[in-house]
């Protein structure tokens, strides 16, 4: 069965500082993965897809993840944080009829 | 596009009430989903449907909740009667899945579901 582990429940940044939010999958076959983010009180927002075209995946705001085989890893990094990207981001997994395997979130603050 | 819309935003209720929960997904779709969110429990998947037929409903926590789509541009889901513990948000989700493999979905703004 796929699944997605998210390695930190927490991660602090200060503002203009780059940012790194690690997950790994756990996969037998070439997964479908993606990073969601959930602002406080709003529904969830896709910020990027992995689909097997290329192993740096460009999303909004400035976010991208990287692919790693060897690592089974699809971490979401950004160059600098702004105020705006605090938040619960959820690296997920998919299934066939796109049935999607969330992890536990992790809560990203951004200090001034 | 308008989205995957959602009815109501809130709804307070009584426990014992029937609660019902709107969800128009985006045109074209054709796979649906509805997910509870606590924070307890985080994100949990429901019930969902392909072609407006159940595929999984094991997530539903138990007979007092129903879930139907009659066509393609609608789905309810039914709390009767409703607990405290129900309380939570409820998410309506949609995307262009096909048995070859997940695609993204799109998520409703959700309803803030409280009972008292």
């Known amino acids: 069965a796929q699944s997605v582990t998210q390695l930190d429940s927490h991660v602090s940044v200060s503002e203009g500082t780059p940012v790194l939010l690690r997950c790994n999958y756990s996969s037998s076959y070439s997964p479908s993965l993606f990073w969601y983010v959930q602002h406080p009180n709003k529904g969830l927002q896709l910020l990027l897809k992995y689909t097997s075209a290329a192993t740096l995946v460009k999303g909004i705001n400035g976010f991208e993840a990287e692919f790693k085989k060897s690592e089974t890893s699809f971490h979401l990094t950004k160059p600098s944080a702004h105020m705006s990207d605090a938040a619960e981001y959820f690296c997920v997994t998919g299934t066939s009829y796109g049935k999607l395997t969330f992890g536990q979130g992790t809560i990203l603050t951004v200090h001034p | 596009d308008a989205g995957v819309i959602q009815s109501p935003r809130h709804e307070v209720t009584e426990m014992g009430q029937e609660v019902t929960l709107r969800c128009k997904p985006i045109?074209?779709?054709?796979?649906l989903f509805w997910y509870r969110q606590t924070m307890m429990r985080g994100l949990e998947l429901l019930i969902y449907f392909n072609n407006n037929v159940p595929i999984d409903d094991s997530g539903m926590p138990e007979d007092r909740f129903s879930a139907k789509m009659p066509n393609a541009s609608f789905s309810t889901l039914k709390i009767q009667p409703s607990e405290p513990r129900d309380s939570a948000v409820y998410f309506c989700?949609?995307?262009?899945?096909?048995?070859?493999?997940?695609?993204?979905?799109?998520f409703g703004p959700g309803t803030r579901l409280t009972v008292t």
């Open positions: 045109s074209g779709h054709n796979s």
């Open positions: 989700a949609s995307s262009r899945a096909d048995s070859g493999g997940a695609h993204e979905q799109y």
